[in-house]
Structures are given as C-alpha cells and as structure tokens.
C-alpha cells in the first residue's frame, strides 16, 4: 500500500471513530438529535445519575430520592457493579432503573472497537443479571460517542442517550445552589438531567453538590407542573 493510500485509509477509520463525537456539542445534537438529547414526552423530566454505584454516596441518593418520591435512571459502571453488587440490586428493588455507562470510565481518544463491543455487551449482562431485566439504555463515558462506542451499543441491543441538560457537579466548587442553577437554565419538559451519584472520576465529594440540590431540583420541576422519573417512562423521541 503506497504512501497516500495508507494516508487515506487512516483518515477513514479516524472519521469513523471520531465523527460521532460531534453529538457532545449540546446545540447540534438539540437540533440534529433529539433522542440522543433525550428530549421525551414534554410534560416528564428524565432524571440520571453517571459513575455508581459507590457504597459511600449512592446510598444518600437512594433515601433522597425515597423523601421525593422519585424514581431515577442510574448509568453504571459495569467494574463498580461487579464490586458491589448488593448495592445495584437495592437501586433496582427501590424501583430505580439500571442503565450502561460502560465497564470502566475510560477516555474515548484511541479506537478500540472489539474492546468496546465485549465491555459492552458484559455490562449490559451485568446489569440484566443484578435487576432481573435486560438494560435499555447506553451513555458513553464523558459523553463522548465514538464510532466503535455506537456500534458497541447496537450490538449489545443499548440505545445511546446522552443530556440535555446538566449540573456540573463533578467539578471541586460545585455547591448545591450552583447545581440546581445549572440545571434549571437549560431545563425543560421532555428534557433529561445528567448528574453524578459517585465521585469515582469527580472531584473527591463533588456528589454532595448533586444530593443537596435535589429537593429544589425535583420541587422547580413539579412547580412547573413537570412529573420526574426514568428515561424508560420519558417516551424518547425516536
């Protein structure tokens, strides 16, 4: 193979695993992709959390969620779950859905499709095993989707989903306030909420800054008249 056509095959298989990245820019999937946004049913709000499930911090989003009487979408990380089981098995009894963040949290920059497609389809085995049902749902680490990632998730039967709106409570000033303004600048009917249960890639105790701004969260929701729940009751738009 000469020179530039090696070039050209390069190319090719770097637009293919980098392309889908695009998607991460909220104002072009809003338009372009509006159930990759996770825009569903205009009068619900989809609520996530990413990263868990953590011994240390989930458990409080489970009793707070309880007080409210919310039920929400929990993207796990398939090594997370396998260390603590018992804890995936409460989210679900407590009526929560599990969904795929993948194994690990790892970074998306170099391809690695067969890796994708086995990390894949073990977590989402992990989680039909731990909740009694096969997952629906896929978010890829970052929110970065790639190539290899999508088709991963195709393979393993997942929907990819990502936000529309977040409360960047992973960083080390968030604080309770700040992520409930966050969120609620973006936010509205059909839109899905993107927040952490775990500091595991966060800054240590960023989830503090998510559980105290859930109260106002859920409350500005319900006093818009917007019900809150899981993306399976969101009625994505396809």
């Known amino acids: 193979m000469n020179a530039a056509r090696a070039a050209g095959v390069l190319g090719a298989v770097a637009a293919w695993h980098i392309g889908p990245a695009a998607t991460w820019l909220p104002g072009a999937r809003a338009a372009l992709w509006p159930g990759l946004d996770g825009r569903g049913d205009p009068s619900h709000v989809a609520l996530t959390f990413d990263d868990g499930p953590d011994p240390v911090s989930t ?6 969620l309880d007080a409210l009487s919310v039920r929400a979408t929990f993207f796990v990380l398939g090594a997370r779950l396998a ?4 804890l995936g098995r409460l989210i679900a009894a407590e009526g929560h ?12 920059w170099c391809p690695h499709p067969l890796r994708d497609v086995r990390d894949l389809a073990r977590t989402a085995d992990l989680v039909a095993e731990t909740a009694g049902r096969r997952p629906l749902w896929y978010r890829p680490a970052y929110g970065v989707l790639t190539g290899g990632r999508w088709a991963a998730a195709r393979s393993a039967g ?3 989903v990502l936000w529309s709106a977040w409360g960047r409570d992973w960083t080390a000033g968030a604080t ?11 936010l509205r009917g059909g839109g899905t909420v993107l927040l952490h249960d775990s500091d595991v890639v966060s800054a240590p105790g960023a989830w503090r800054a998510a559980l105290g701004a859930l109260p106002g969260l859920v409350g500005e929701c319900r006093r ?3 019900r809150v729940g899981t993306l399976a009751g969101h009625g994505l738009i396809e």
Do not use: M
Request: positive net charge; aromatic residues 6%.
């Open 224 to 226: 818009r008249g917007l």
């Open 59 to 64: 458990p409080h989003f489970l009793r707070a």
């Open 97 to 108: 859905e599990l969904a795929v963040h993948g194994w690990r949290h790892d970074r998306p």
């Open 83 to 86: 260390r603590h089981p018992a």
């Open 176 to 186: 309770a306030s700040g992520v409930r303004a966050e969120v609620t600048r973006t």
């Open 158 to 160: 997942l929907r990819t």
